[in-house]
């Protein structure tokens, strides 16, 4: 009788996730494809790695005209989902540290400053990207986590970031049927970003490369650069070779002068996700 | 007030404003900055991007090394927009006076609100035009100071802006020009919200006098910021005010310090809940909260007998509606309203406006910290001061904590 129920139950499960209506989190990393899951020491709080092959990549030419640039990419660990506030809080809020710590101003150089307002804009907490985050932000909260962990946390290059996104498929760009099932933009978002992980992975189990948030990474000329389109684009911004500089309108209202360096007061589709080297 | 620049430039062809001999037409606006930190900084860089032909000329800040800190900022800025020189920087507690006596025809106001009246008083009685941020005053003493200064305003012709940049922001216009026009009937409640972590605190070293330590750090101490309900929340307050149209008749709250207790934060509280009764029993409940690693909320909505918004590009209910477009960029925007209104001879005066919104927000910190039920007039006539009686470097306890029950109302 538990048997048979059970195995109703599962017959149940299999078909939600046909139909696409399970958490997206349960989907199975493809085959072959290495996960693991850090704890980010001294917290209740982790995050999932995709460990994702080596090969190369073909990148738009660095002047107009040019040569197109073919790189070489390792294998890395590249984050599962968008780097979300539960983990941002501890670093940006100093939540790792002691009164006395704080008082002593460890790390005060490193640590964000205190957002004026909030910087979630009220869209959702946990499970969220981490948004409004400046690519300072995003930089040394990578340096931190190699700090905590001793392993060498980092910002994806422009062509690592294109590369893990095609997952080993062609430079395309999804029309508006197919980039609904994998990525939040302008048709769908209704004009906020979703939870991490809530519409399919691609090929390699990565969520969310397209869309809601857009990510920060190192581009070819060792800018930062925000990458894949964000819940505020349209369908054809929204694709792996999307790839737009910093821009003075994501501080548009900031009223300080000088403008943070921490943080976009009008940033709530810039966020980023880490990667480990080893 | 939008359509202040197609006032000006009808204003011109009038050939009006005969009044402002040093701001009248296109003239050249010389603005002084009395509160160099990094809002008033960023107040600057505001005026001389709204509009045309306005100079930062003059800088004053109570301490040496922000006046530093300031001056170095717009050093590579535009002579044309920046053009300070030594002779126009002044440092001290005299500074705003100096800077009011060299030559400017507006100043912007930035330093701890607990100064914001005097300043508003000094730059009115010696014919300046004002920006003025927020809030105005800290408690009932200044209130009435920034109302009278206002009053003399309009008198003599001078502007005054307040930092309450909703106001002139074009999401919060339109909505709340549709609600003024019945969009959701007629009002019967409001919520109003600046929940958020902690801000930034100055660490006290050993030279630092009591008083040179509470300045620096001044967001902490009731005298100085207002508690943040004043500091911060004003701004919602601010919109409750202008949707419903007039400051509420009585202020019922509660509040406390539960979890930023230590030093470094002075004495004030990290929470209050204000209700708020307005005119017709209208009822607005006000959270304000700095507290990190708490879900965050900012902003205001209001209900009516046909519908509801959020005050700021949302309707629903009877005549839903949404506004289009990105908006405008607020902070810039009241600069460029109030030097089109200088330059049109029609000068803005937002001094009553900023002063009841500051006072709503007193009397509902006055009620939490106290535990009773505090109506508009007392608020309004309170003999409440908490301006030490000398300005100067040297001792000055931190206050205790407010204890409901306990803090008598004055």
């Known amino acids: 009788m538990i048997r048979t129920l059970s195995a109703l139950m599962m017959m149940c499960l299999l078909a939600f996730a046909l139909a696409g209506l399970l958490p997206a989190q349960e989907a199975k990393v493809p085959a072959g494809i290495e996960t693991n899951t850090v704890k980010i020491p001294g917290t209740t709080v982790s995050f999932e790695m995709v460990r994702i092959p080596g090969g190369k990549i073909e990148m738009p030419p660095k002047e107009p005209g040019g040569e197109p640039v073919v790189v070489e990419i390792k294998p890395i660990w590249v984050g599962r989902t968008e780097l979300t506030f539960e983990a941002y809080d501890i670093f940006y809020m100093q939540l790792d540290l002691t009164e006395d710590q704080k008082a002593a101003g460890v790390d005060a150089e490193s640590r964000p400053s205190k957002p004026y307002g909030a910087p979630d804009r009220g869209f959702g907490h946990d499970g969220y990207a981490a948004i409004s985050v400046h690519s300072r932000g995003a930089i040394e909260f990578c340096n931190w986590l190699s700090k905590k962990t001793g392993k060498k946390y980092r910002l994806l290059t422009a062509a690592e970031w294109a590369y893990a996104c095609r997952a080993g498929g062609p430079p395309v760009k999804l029309d508006r049927e197919a980039l609904s099932e994998v990525a939040w933009f302008a048709d769908n978002s209704d004009e906020q970003p979703h939870p991490v992980a809530s519409k399919k992975p691609n090929a390699w189990g990565l969520y969310d490369m397209l869309g809601n948030v857009g990510e920060w990474v190192i581009g070819m000329d060792g800018k930062p650069m925000l990458a894949g389109g964000s819940w505020r684009d349209r369908a054809a911004q929204v694709h792996c070779g999307a790839l737009v500089p910093y821009s003075i309108e994501w501080q548009f209202t900031d009223p300080q002068e000088p403008k943070s360096t921490w943080w976009l007061s009008d940033g709530p589709h810039v966020g980023f996700r880490i990667a480990r080297e080893d | 007030m939008i359509k202040s620049a197609a006032v000006a430039s009808a204003a011109l062809m009038a050939n009006l404003g005969s009044n402002f001999a040093h701001a009248a037409g296109s003239d050249l606006i010389r603005v002084g900055l009395i509160g160099c930190g990094g809002r008033g900084s960023g107040a600057a860089v505001d005026a001389t991007s709204a509009a045309e032909n306005v100079r930062v000329v003059a800088l004053g800040d109570l301490f040496p090394n922000r006046l530093a800190e300031a001056r170095k900022r717009f050093a590579d800025r535009p002579k044309e927009r920046f053009d300070i020189t030594d002779d126009r920087c002044f440092s001290g507690w005299d500074a705003y006076k100096q800077v009011l006596e060299c030559g400017v025809d507006m100043v912007i106001l930035a330093t701890p609100p607990a100064f914001r009246p005097m300043h508003i008083k000094a730059a009115v009685e010696a014919g300046k035009h004002i920006f003025a941020e927020k809030p105005c005053a800290v408690d009932p003493a200044g209130v009435r100071m920034v109302m009278e200064a206002s009053d003399l305003a309009k008198q003599k012709g001078l502007a005054i802006v307040a930092g309450t940049q909703r106001r002139h922001q074009s999401t919060y216009l339109e909505t709340i020009r549709r609600i003024k026009d019945g969009a959701i009937g007629e009002l019967v409640a409001g919520q109003c919200y600046w929940n958020q972590g902690g801000l930034w605190s100055v660490r006290r070293t050993p030279e630092m006098s009591d008083m040179e330590w509470q300045v620096r750090n001044w967001l902490y101490f009731t005298w100085l910021s207002g508690d943040h309900i004043v500091e911060q929340h004003v701004h919602n307050i601010d919109v409750m005010n202008w949707v419903i149209g007039a400051h509420p008749v009585s202020a019922y709250g509660m509040g406390g310090r539960q979890v930023r207790t230590g030093e470094q934060f002075g004495h004030i509280y990290d929470h209050f809940t ?78 009553r406006q900023i002063a009841e919104s500051t006072l709503t927000a007193i009397m509902g910190r006055m009620s939490a910290y106290t535990g009773k039920t505090v109506r508009w007039e007392q608020a309004l006539n309170s003999t409440l001061n908490l301006m030490p009686e000398k300005l100067e470097f040297g001792p000055l306890p931190t206050p205790e904590v407010a204890m409901p029950g306990r803090t008598p109302l004055v």
Request: hydrophobic share 30%; glycine share 12%; aromatic share 6%.
């Open chain 2, 274 to 351: 204000i209700e708020y009764v307005y005119p017709n029993d209208v009822r607005v409940m006000s959270m304000c909260r700095q507290i990190d690693n708490n879900d965050n909320r900012i902003g205001e909505y209001i209900m009516g007998t046909q519908g509801r918004s959020n005050c700021s590009g949302q309707i629903t209910g009877a005549n839903a509606w949404r506004f289009q477009g990105r908006g405008n960029n607020p902070t810039v925007q009241e600069h460029t309203d109030l030097i089109a209104s200088i330059r049109a001879g029609t000068p803005l005066n937002e001094g």
